[in-house]
């Protein structure tokens, strides 16, 4: 699930229909251009991953 959602978000070649991808895409870009030091980018950046893996893992 996690990987599409990346693909799609990363691609944009609509290869995977997954709804999650826009907003990841938004939040990332936002992150990278609100966060210059690359170890706190790094640090924020997994704090966005784990919490798509808990909710996506809760659905499951």
């Not at 944009?12 to 990278?32: C, I, P, Q, Y």
């Not at 690359?38 to 893996?53: K, N, P, Q, T, V």
Request: net charge negative; aromatic share 4%; no cysteine.
């Amino acid at each position: 699930m996690i990987a599409e959602i990346v693909h799609e978000a990363d691609l944009h070649d609509g290869k995977f229909t997954r709804n999650e991808a826009a907003g990841l895409d938004l939040a990332v870009n936002g992150l990278v251009e609100a966060t210059p030091d690359d170890h706190e980018l790094l640090e924020r950046g997994m704090a966005i991953f784990e919490g798509l893996y808990t909710v996506l893992k809760q659905k499951a």
